[in-house]
């Protein structure tokens, strides 16, 4: 079992570009959520996806848009990149029908985006 | 709004002691309380998972309780070793994981 997949690991972009970052879940998991981590800080909840519906959406701008495909893959879009999106973002799948409540998330192991 | 703290200053200990990490929230009721491991440029690792109805648990050398009056969890990893280095994170559980910052670890020989 791969776990989950984040692509690509690092991505250097300019401000005012789009960036599209991918996701593969842990295998069985259906639902995937979008982290952003500023360095020093905890992970900020982007948004939630299950069943290709945009479940929850944490606090950030319509600039952050995000998809889930039938295989539960996933992606999260930025556009008009500002210096202040440079973060590490990190995916997140958990079980079948669950919520974060009352079951653990497996993370991938991020993508660091720099914006110049 | 709701805030969840940590230990601001990183934590220095000696190998085999007992490390003991804090995470205090206020303005929430959650039910359940995570705790996460992360090491430099790793996303996050799950390591407990504590409900509001149970005031201690644990796993192996970890161990977590929380006291929804205090509004207050403790970690505490016992006969602590180097490879224990990193940072933890507290989470609370809503629809989705509210983390804390998190507490740098760092336990030397």
């Known amino acids: 079992d791969a776990g989950v997949t984040q692509s690509p690991t690092h991505l250097i972009k300019t401000r005012g570009q789009q960036v599209t970052l991918r996701c593969s879940p842990k295998s069985g998991h259906d639902t995937v959520s979008w982290y952003q981590q500023a360095l020093g800080q905890g992970p900020q909840f982007i948004f939630q996806?299950?069943?290709?519906?945009?479940?929850q959406r944490g606090n950030f701008p319509d600039r952050f848009s995000g998809h889930q495909f039938p295989n539960y893959s996933s992606e999260l879009n930025v556009n008009a990149l500002l210096l202040g999106d440079s973060a590490l973002y990190l995916c997140?799948?958990?079980?079948?029908?669950?919520?974060?409540?009352?079951?653990?998330?497996?993370f991938g192991q991020g993508t660091r985006l720099t914006v110049v | 709004s709701q805030k969840i703290e940590q230990n601001s200053e990183a934590l220095n200990i000696q190998e085999g002691k007992t490390a003991t990490l804090t995470c205090n929230y206020t303005n929430y009721s959650p039910a359940y309380l995570q705790w996460y491991r992360q090491d430099p440029g790793r996303g996050p690792v799950f390591l407990l998972l504590i409900r509001e109805n149970e005031k201690e648990k644990r796993k192996e050398r970890l161990k977590v309780t929380f006291d929804t009056t205090l509004k207050q969890s403790l970690f505490h990893i016992t006969a602590s070793q180097p490879a224990d280095s990193a940072t933890y994170l507290c989470?609370?559980?809503?629809?989705?994981?509210?983390f804390g910052k998190g507490t740098s670890l760092l336990v030397t020989p």
């Open positions: 989470a609370l559980s809503g629809y989705a994981l509210n």
């Open positions: 997140a799948s958990s079980p079948e029908g669950t919520d974060s409540m009352n079951t653990e998330a497996f």
């Open positions: 996806y299950y069943e290709e519906e945009e479940r």
